[in-house]
């Protein structure tokens, strides 16, 4: 069905009419239909991101509490970003201030885990709930560490049982609903009933450490939201208006919770509004289930729906490749795309000789649309790829070129070994129950507290049914030396000293969050650890300026951090310490990072990201490396056809998210885990319509001959092979590298002074070897080294 406009009730000179300025019809009717439950389903750029910003700054402006009002994201970033234009488009209204004031924009884990803190003690004394409020979250490589203490204890190998595969399939069932109970009843063969039965003892662990994993976080709010009426009853009351983007990577919980969160009453219809594209359904493999979208109108009885097809994004031969691609997927209904945008440059795509070839010539390019187009910056343009290990070389690629460059890649630097050590200490200090944190760290940096005695301890622990925490306190009663005893009382009175034995007041403790985490890497030792080694390396240097970086992050978190102001999402913390309040909302931050939030979109850099993280993004100039079969799409895709359909979909989203310019480029040789091998290009190169793009091979261009051979003849020369050759005959035409001799003095962008030894080869093949005098002796391609002599 399709919903007629539903005018508001406001009079002209109600301001909410100026935020429906610039809209198309069919988008003002989405952001004027508020109530009711309304479907916009709509192709990649046609501004369904955009019709959920307004509409929110449209109700707020008709004066709907902003506390009434709640929209969900995929990531931080996008939820940031929406909160920063709501401002931005209310900004000629005299109430700005007050009537944002209590709006909640969030994604779907971080909203869980306010709601579950919030209500958690709610729940307590229920069968089988064990989670308390002051749990801890534990990400991908805790709850890894997790999983093989959980495979030790049942006797089973790691070799037989990847914690991965072991841990995906439990997230499968998690996103389904589907407890270790309802799991086990289901299954009925031998592998089935050993996840069933790893399951079980997996979470059983996870509650006795009072932890949780991404997946709990909906599950458990799922449960709270059935099974506690005052919650519910709390929540619905609250959220009156429900906005969700990128519907179509919801999966089952996550619809579940969306249902609870708004009600379902068909006596009054919840006034939810859910924007996506099911061509852009991407997560599956992580139990996104597309059947949310489809079945939204079933769902939701007398939903509206409405299409958008005007594409604001994109130039028509972009959108033209991108619809020609999305055809070949059998599984969907088509949606018919234009632009009014006229002209626009063809896209390329380019098969390269190897992944040098490739990232040199992606570089050359992107560097050309830049010298080409004023208004373009690096921060302009990005890269996007299958897999993290293609940026490598890329990176190698644009260092060496000294183009600026940033990777989304969020959760690399809570990765780091230094920090997670770090992020220990903090999580044990937030909740002693935390063994995975507890283990990590206990003899790290060493103090003496051997394997012996951790095995006797968490052998203890498991027996008597009790933290590992609290038989460290009773290790006199314990068979051990006394000088293991002594060492763990040692460890157990420091970490009392950061607590105030759990008090978090009193001498030495009471202060700020930055104090706290800086006496932590303190008295811990991790600081000095890192100290003594950073003397003798470069690298554990850069790991004592992270540890240092923390402190930073602490007191940043520190400055911007509020109280939740509502009472729906503010913890029911009267009797905790403030400090250990706000540490707990510091770990959660930390827990929750995710790799597009990293992008900083004011920074001058090119962006570097995986097609996954690039969803809702758009960029002027895009390249896409590695279209090759095996990596997009993936090897593994292969093995299904709905898994093809998922990586066409994947290249569907890379290409939709090109403004201006567009490159694919695959290579013929590509080294991976250190093997060189062929690649073919992949299918989706032959599936795009060849009036739309210019494709050229200039994989035969050899390294060492140059580029004095012309392309081949069925080739017509694209402007990046042309770019590419002018700049490679321009540095080879300078001939022999004016002031580069034996005896010169230099300067290298990274390594600094130096003084060059040898010269070898000539041309592009040119080589130096360099004494720099901090870095050492360095053979360097003076193509690529920007040596500037002294
Ligand atoms: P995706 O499916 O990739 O998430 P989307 O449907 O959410 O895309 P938006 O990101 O909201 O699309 O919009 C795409 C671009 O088009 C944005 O730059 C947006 O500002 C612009 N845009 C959307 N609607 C209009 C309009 N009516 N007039 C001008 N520009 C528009
Ligand atoms: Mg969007």
Known sequence: MIVNANEPTARTDNPAHALLDGLTDPQREAVVTTEGPLLVLAAAGSGKTRVITRRIAYLLSLGVPAWQVLALTFTNKAAGEMRERVGELLEAHPQRESISRGLTVSTFHALCARLLRRYAPLMEGRANWRIKHDYTIYDTNDQQALMKTTLNALQLSTTNWPPRTVLGAISNAKNELKDAAAFAAEADDFYSRQIAKIYTSYDDAMRQA???????????????????????????????????????????????????????????????????????????????????????????????????????????????????????????????????????????????????????????????????????????????????????????????????????????????????????????????????????????????????????????????????????????????????????????????????????????????????????????????????????????????????????????????????????????????????????????????????????????????MTLHAAKGLEFPAVAIVGMEEGLLPSSRALESESGLEEERRLAFVGITRAMRRLLMTSAKYRTQRGLRERMIPSRFLDELPSEHVRVSDQSEESWDEGWDDAPAPWDEPTEASIESARRRRASRSSGSWPGIEPGARVRHPRFGLGTIAQVMSKGMNARAVVEFKDAGRKTLVLQYANLEVL
Not at 301 to 326: E, K, M, V, W, Y
Not at 499 to 516: I, N, W
């Open 210 to 608: 009072n932890a949780v994993d991404f997946d709990d976080l909906m599950v458990l709010t799922v449960r709270l939201l059935r099974e506690c009426d005052e919650a519910r009853d709390e929540v619905q009351a609250r959220w009156r208006y429900l906005m969700i983007d990128e519907y179509q990577d919801t999966n089952h919980a996550q619809f579940v919770l969306s249902t609870l969160l708004v009600g379902n009453d068909p006596g009054s219809p919840p006034n939810l509004c859910v924007v996506g594209d099911p061509d852009q359904s991407i997560y599956g493999w992580r139990g996104a289930d597309i059947a949310n979208i489809l079945e939204f109108e079933q769902a939701y009885s007398g939903a509206g729906l409405i299409t958008l097809g005007q594409n604001f994004r994109s130039t028509a031969p972009i959108l033209a490749i991108a619809d020609h691609l999305i055809r070949n997927n059998q599984q969907r209904k088509h949606k018919d795309l234009f632009t009014t945008r006229d002209g626009g440059e063809q896209p390329e795509a380019v098969l390269c000789r190897d992944e040098r070839h490739e990232a040199g010539l992606v570089i050359d390019w992107l560097k050309a649309r830049v010298e080409e187009e004023e208004s373009l910056t690096w921060k302009d343009a990005a890269i996007f790829y299958r897999n993290n290990a293609l940026s490598r070389v890329l990176e190698d690629e644009l260092r060496r070129e000294g183009v600026p460059y940033v990777i989304a890649r969020g959760t690399a630097f809570y990765q780091r070994e230094e920090v997670r050590d770090a992020i220990a200490y903090l999580k044990l200090v937030a909740n002693q129950a935390d063994e995975v944190s507890l283990l990590r760290i206990i003899n790290k940096p060493a103090r003496k507290i051997g394997k012996a005695t951790i095995e006797t301890l968490a052998e203890t622990s498991k027996i008597r049914g009790v933290p590992m925490f609290e038989v460290l306190r009773i290790v006199d009663t314990l068979d051990l030396t006394p000088q293991a005893q002594r060492a763990v009382q040692r460890f157990t009175e420091t970490v009392d000293g950061w607590t105030g034995h759990g008090t978090f007041f009193g001498e030495g403790v009471a202060g700020s969050l930055a104090d706290l985490v800086s006496r932590v890497l303190k008295q811990s030792g991790l600081e000095d650890h890192y100290k003594k080694l950073a003397a003798k390396s470069e690298e554990s240097a850069d790991k004592l300026s992270n540890l240092q970086e923390i402190v930073s992050s602490a007191a940043e978190f520190e400055e911007t951090y509020e109280p939740a102001d509502d009472p729906a999402l503010a913890p029911d913390e009267d009797d905790v310490p403030p400090l250990l309040s706000i540490m707990r909302a510091y770990l959660e931050t930390v827990s929750l990072v995710a790799d597009a939030d990293s992008i900083d979109p004011a920074s001058g850099a090119i962006t570097l």
